[in-house]
């Protein structure tokens, strides 16, 4: 995907990847010590620990939210980007000779 991409595009997707797996690589110490913690305790204690399952889900919705940013692109170009074109536009016409 990123090599049909604009450099600007790809940089916007990997900045969202990359948050996404930090955000998900920081949560990893919890769940472990919640995992080691219900694997040594006593049957009876178990519905003390609760799920996970909120943080699975909500990780999941943002996931999908991130893939639907990347994916939709509203026709035509951004203000920024029109006037980055006219800049190049006027450059390169004051650059050739006549």
């Known amino acids: 995907m990123t090599l049909i991409?604009?450099?600007?595009?790809?940089?916007h997707q990997t900045r969202h990847a990359t948050l996404a797996t930090v955000i998900l690589i920081a949560h990893m110490p919890d769940v472990s010590s919640?995992?080691?913690a219900v694997a040594t305790?006593?049957?009876d204690d178990l519905d003390?620990?609760?799920?996970?399952?909120?943080?699975?889900?909500?990780?999941?919705v943002l996931l999908l939210l991130i893939q639907v940013l990347n994916l939709?692109?509203?026709?035509?170009?951004?203000p920024y980007g029109w006037r980055k074109a006219q800049r190049e536009r006027t450059a390169r016409a004051s650059a050739t000779p006549v």
Do not use: I
Request: glycine share 10%.
């Open 48 to 60: 003390q620990y609760g799920g996970d399952l909120f943080h699975a889900v909500l990780a999941l």
């Open 41 to 43: 305790a006593n049957p």
């Open 34 to 36: 919640v995992a080691d």
């Open 5 to 11: 991409l604009p450099w600007n595009e790809s940089l």
């Open 72 to 78: 939709y692109k509203p026709t035509g170009m951004t």
